[in-house]
DNA sequence: CAGAGCAGGACTGAATTTGTCCTGCTTAAT
DNA sequence: ATTAAGCAGGACAAATTCAGTCCTGCTCTG
């Protein structure tokens, strides 16, 4: 269906939100649920993955929470997605060979690749910064 | 996960194959379906959505099939995107309002929906008619 | 040492995708 | 006129993926 994933939106929400929140400042999970709007639970999955991509980082026990892990010129949204989906793979085969009949013979594996291709240089071209911009102009 | 559907994989195939085969050429699906290695009852599906948007006009009783339904100048990559995807929404807000928590007050719709717009541009710039030049140089 | 909060594995339910089956309609050929 | 090839399309079944929950453990502050 070419839809993005809802964890993803949850993603780019949360460091939108952690951005206007200013660099230092600690968030938990909950104060970014109720504030946005979402579930806590699967907001934290969501983060977490984030972390792991270093894009948040996280401070544990009381007191604890989420801080962005670098500038929001840092971060772009290829970054998000990356984190929260994996690599991206437009067609079957750019996951596994086996999973398409026609490898072989294939002619459309080469546009398909470039396609990809431009896509992720969209996204690479949106920084969190830019984006923010785009908002409160 | 920002994936094409097989079906359209299924459709895009098709559509290359009877263009190879030539304008007036009706092709049936089971000679489609053995050619390409593909599931006939399946890409019978694709080939029936292909027909609905008049990409491919179809034949009926014996000795039918298909055919491409236009130029291959004419027909880009978006249509058949269209003609079995449907309209295409990158978020789920597009779709239904009611579907995101955050509507009234999201920050990324715009972007999001320039997004999907630019995406959009870049199927609807490949005709078949050059994604076989790419393929037979 | 108690409790707030992150980490992450396991699991469940829902939604979507993929694929099959069956019935009916159209038409060329006999 | 009858037969069989082939499209049309609805209904259904299976598989996969996604979304969301639950639970247990670890870390740190007061």
Not at 104 to 123: A, E, F, N, P, V
Request: net charge positive; aromatic share 6%; proline share 1%.
């Amino acid at each position: 269906m070419l839809q993005v994933s809802r964890k993803f939106e949850y993603g780019l929400h949360a460091v939108t939100y952690l951005a206007t929140k200013g660099q230092g400042r600690v968030v938990t999970v909950k104060e970014m649920a109720d504030d946005i709007g979402f579930s806590q639970e699967f907001l934290s999955k969501a983060m977490q993955s984030l972390k792991r991509a270093g894009i948040a980082s996280s401070v544990q026990g009381v007191k604890g929470g989420y801080t962005l892990g670098r500038a929001t010129t840092e971060i772009t949204v290829a970054d998000i997605a990356l984190a929260i989906e994996g690599k991206p793979h437009l067609v079957r085969c750019g996951v596994k060979a086996e999973s398409c009949e026609v490898f072989s013979s294939c002619h459309h594996r080469g546009y398909m690749g470039t396609l990809q291709h431009k896509i992720q240089d969209l996204l690479e071209d949106t920084t969190i910064y830019s984006l923010l911009q785009q908002i409160v102009p």
